[in-house]
């Protein structure tokens, strides 16, 4: 019985070895050196090649290296009957309420805009931005947090989420019903939803007609969820203030692409919240135990939801 790690992009040596860290005596497979494939009962993979995953025949589980499992759901030939989980754990939601925080403040203080003055030798004070509403989409075990952490810096929260959800202190909204009124008045629109059929696009010319004039847009969900004309049309004609982007449809962003010198638009390369290695790997090695010892999975994901 082994557990494969399938990461093309990304260094899966240090992941292995953190595995054996924890647990010395796994049995650890880096593709491509995969070795007899029916080994293979758990594997762990981020932005795996289509199709790759159907070489296991004994494959129970497919663990998602990150919070999101849309680059496992993209795979149109993935095998049937398997579980799927995905990482929860309180760094990746601390840094993602860091970033967002950060990102809000920057703007609201215009420390970026100082910056530009600085470079140009200009001394012009001026107020903070007196917005502070902000619109969460995406109540997860993410959003949740982000929005617990503004609350805390006196933001005044609106969060929506597909299907209801109550929780403390702060307004809550779901379904198309409530998606314009949760954007109606907010300052700061931050998008952290799963990508979904049901979400892709979502951050369009339909709900940008719907938002203040002038909101600012910070997307850390997903590429998918941004339609990009749409963005540079409600950037151009001041519907939107301003946004900035962690994540993009097509990473690294191209060169040529318009987004790297467009003056409202800030860019950070998909960093606002990194899987821990240590973490990450303490959750794979328990998850691994679950399987081989027929216990319950955690952060298991509803395949019918796609999240
Ligand atoms: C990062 O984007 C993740 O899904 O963890």
Redesign the pocket.
Same mark, same amino acid.
């Given at each position: 019985m082994a557990l494969l790690i399938l990461m093309p992009d990304r260094d899966s040596n240090d992941l292995a070895k953190a595995l054996k860290k924890t647990s010395p005596g796994l049995d650890i497979r880096i593709w491509p050196e995969v070795g007899d494939e029916k080994d293979i009962k758990y594997a762990i993979v981020w932005n795996h090649p289509a199709g790759a995953l159907r070489q296991y025949p004994n494959l129970k589980v497919i663990a998602?290296? &990150?919070? &999101?499992v849309d680059h496992i759901f993209k795979d149109p030939d993935l095998p049937g009957n398997i579980i799927i989980t %995905?990482?929860v754990d309180d760094s990746?939601s601390r840094q993602m309420s860091e970033y967002i925080a950060g990102v809000v403040l920057n703007h609201r203080l215009r420390l970026t805009e100082y910056r530009e003055y600085q470079a140009a030798g200009v001394w012009s004070p001026k107020a903070a931005r007196p917005g502070n509403i902000v619109c969460l989409l995406g109540l997860g075990n993410i959003g949740r947090e982000v929005a617990g952490y503004l609350s805390g810096l006196n933001f005044t929260i609106h969060g929506w989420s597909q299907s209801h959800k109550d929780i403390e202190n702060i307004a809550t909204f779901h379904g198309d019903a409530g998606l314009c009124e949760a954007l109606g008045d907010a300052d700061y629109i931050v998008c952290l939803l799963p990508l979904t059929p049901k979400t892709a696009d979502i951050l369009n010319k339909s709900l940008f007609s719907k938002i203040k004039k002038g909101a600012y847009l910070i997307n850390a969900g %997903?590429g998918g969820h941004l339609n990009e004309d749409d963005l540079l049309d409600a950037l151009y004609q001041g519907r939107l203030g301003g946004a900035c982007l962690d994540?993009f449809r097509t990473e690294p962003l191209p060169d040529d692409h318009p987004f790297w010198r467009h003056p409202k638009i800030s860019i950070t390369p998909?960093t606002?919240?990194?899987?821990n290695i240590d973490q990450a790997a303490s959750q794979f090695h328990e998850n691994y135990l679950n399987m081989v010892n027929n216990r319950p999975l955690f952060n298991r994901i509803d395949s019918a939801k796609g999240y």
């Amino acid at each position: 019985m082994a557990l494969l790690i399938l990461m093309p992009d990304r260094d899966s040596n240090d992941l292995a070895k953190a595995l054996k860290k924890t647990s010395p005596g796994l049995d650890i497979r880096i593709w491509p050196e995969v070795g007899d494939e029916k080994d293979i009962k758990y594997a762990i993979v981020w932005n795996h090649p289509a199709g790759a995953l159907r070489q296991y025949p004994n494959l129970k589980v497919i663990a998602s290296y &990150g919070a &999101g499992v849309d680059h496992i759901f993209k795979d149109p030939d993935l095998p049937g009957n398997i579980i799927i989980t %995905r990482l929860v754990d309180d760094s990746l939601s601390r840094q993602m309420s860091e970033y967002i925080a950060g990102v809000v403040l920057n703007h609201r203080l215009r420390l970026t805009e100082y910056r530009e003055y600085q470079a140009a030798g200009v001394w012009s004070p001026k107020a903070a931005r007196p917005g502070n509403i902000v619109c969460l989409l995406g109540l997860g075990n993410i959003g949740r947090e982000v929005a617990g952490y503004l609350s805390g810096l006196n933001f005044t929260i609106h969060g929506w989420s597909q299907s209801h959800k109550d929780i403390e202190n702060i307004a809550t909204f779901h379904g198309d019903a409530g998606l314009c009124e949760a954007l109606g008045d907010a300052d700061y629109i931050v998008c952290l939803l799963p990508l979904t059929p049901k979400t892709a696009d979502i951050l369009n010319k339909s709900l940008f007609s719907k938002i203040k004039k002038g909101a600012y847009l910070i997307n850390a969900g %997903r590429g998918g969820h941004l339609n990009e004309d749409d963005l540079l049309d409600a950037l151009y004609q001041g519907r939107l203030g301003g946004a900035c982007l962690d994540v993009f449809r097509t990473e690294p962003l191209p060169d040529d692409h318009p987004f790297w010198r467009h003056p409202k638009i800030s860019i950070t390369p998909h960093t606002a919240s990194l899987t821990n290695i240590d973490q990450a790997a303490s959750q794979f090695h328990e998850n691994y135990l679950n399987m081989v010892n027929n216990r319950p999975l955690f952060n298991r994901i509803d395949s019918a939801k796609g999240y």
